[in-house]
């Protein structure tokens, strides 16, 4: 919803001097990071419901540290992958990013592969910050209060 709110700002920007070309790239990292940002915030209540069961089964000797971070990771994986998909689609042909430079050089396929990947790695690294914040801090509203 995010990045669809910024691409209506900016249908079919066309960059015609420097000045446009920074608001271009600034809106790019605006959105990209804002997503991430709102991805990171909502995974840390959920993680902190899940650091009891992580106490309990490392007192009960059941999951080591390692198995249960990486399990954590690859759950998040396939609701990243959706959201990045819902936020990047509209976005990614609504600012015209398809159309900035020569297709014959890139496909859109390409393009867009590259921006899909650059912002579902962006947005899988918050949520992995947001994951390891609650494991630092000892409580959901410290570890929001951390990242900013």
């Not at 001097?17 to 600034?26: C, E, G, K, Q, R």
């Not at 867009?112 to 918050?126: A, H, K, R």
């Not at 801090?137 to 209060?145: D, F, I, K, L, R």
């Amino acid at each position: 919803m995010f990045s669809i709110i910024f691409a209506m700002c900016y249908v079919n920007f066309e960059c015609k001097n420097v000045s446009d070309v920074m608001a271009f790239m600034t809106i790019l990292l605006v959105t990209v990071l804002g997503c991430g940002s709102f991805a990171m915030q909502a995974s840390i209540p959920i993680a902190e419901e899940e650091k009891s069961v992580f106490v309990r089964e490392q007192q009960s000797t059941m999951y080591s540290p390692l198995l249960y971070c990486i399990t954590q990771l690859v759950v998040e994986i396939p609701f990243v992958i959706m959201s990045t998909f819902a936020g990047t689609v509209p976005f990614f042909f609504m600012v015209g990013l398809h159309d900035n430079y020569d297709t014959s050089e890139y496909p859109i396929s390409a393009k867009f592969g590259y921006f899909w990947i650059f912002v579902f790695l962006i947005i899988l690294f918050n949520v992995s910050f947001g994951q390891c914040l609650v494991a630092w801090t000892s409580n959901a509203s410290t570890a929001q209060c951390k990242y900013f």
